[in-house]
């Protein structure tokens, strides 16, 4: 199973940036698919931006045009740069990876492997 550490987040203010980074442990880079979600207080776990072993990335349409996931296979990292951040972007983030045959996906169901979480807090 594949261990996974989150970090980077903070606090800034409406319409800062932050990048998130993700390290991976025991990663295999053609067997994983990996992905970052986030959960505001009182709210369910939702997925942010995911992408597979080619590559191939996905968004919510929340986060669109504004975010952008990335990985480093040589280095077993996972990255999302976060840009024109809003207080509705404020939540726990988690890096998520998930084994098997690459698929995108922005389903928790999907993923067996999670961090800790990086909190992200954005001010008005």
């Known amino acids: 199973q594949v261990q996974l550490v989150e970090s980077g987040g903070g606090s800034v203010q409406s319409g800062g940036s932050l990048r998130l980074s993700c390290a991976a442990s025991?990663?295999?880079?053609?067997?994983?698919?990996m992905a970052w979600f986030r959960q505001a207080p009182g709210k369910e776990r939702e997925g942010v931006a995911a992408i597979d072993s080619d590559g191939t990335t996905k968004y919510a349409d929340s986060v669109k045009g504004r975010f952008t996931i990335s990985q480093d296979n040589a280095l077993n990292s996972l990255y999302l740069q976060m840009n024109s951040l809003n207080p509705e972007d404020t939540a726990m983030y988690y890096c998520?990876?998930?084994?098997?045959?690459?698929?995108?996906?922005?389903?928790?169901?999907?993923?067996?492997?999670w961090g800790q979480g990086t909190q992200v807090t954005v001010s008005s």
């Open positions: 998520a990876a998930g084994e098997g045959v690459p698929i995108l996906t922005l389903i928790e169901a999907d993923y067996g492997s």
């Open positions: 025991g990663y295999v880079a053609n067997t994983y698919y």
